[in-house]
């Protein structure tokens, strides 16, 4: 998700937080999960799964966490913008170019520098998974991390 303006709290049995505008969101779509809005807020969202899907939510959680801002958020957002324009206009979108923006917008959360605001969690990949995947339902994010 790609919050653009407001803000959400989302909760998992994984995590809990708070994302505002300009953040973007990322859920396990396996795991039970539910977010809500804090007022009025405007979004943009897809869901994606496949093959590489937990490959990459694997490595996107372990560099940003769940809840994170890019500083070049536009390499993320014009492959979104454009899946949503081709549905919206109802023009054929072959399941190979669609494939290809989902993977666009994935590779850039993996590889895009991490900014001056952001916490690089590349050396906490073990902890952070583990964190994350944990089985308790009493589990909770530390998000002091």
Known sequence: MYLKSGELTPLSNAMQGVAHGGQFVLLDCY?????????????????????????????????RGPIFALEQDEKALHPLKTIYNIFRSGTYLSETMLAKYVTDILTWFVDAPVGQGDIDRSGHDIQMVMDIYCQSSACHYDWSR
């Open 31 to 63: 795991q039970y999960h539910r977010y809500q809005s804090v007022g009025s807020t405007e979004m943009l969202w897809m869901h994606f799964d496949g093959q590489a899907a937990r490959f990459y939510y694997q490595q996107i959680i372990a560099k």
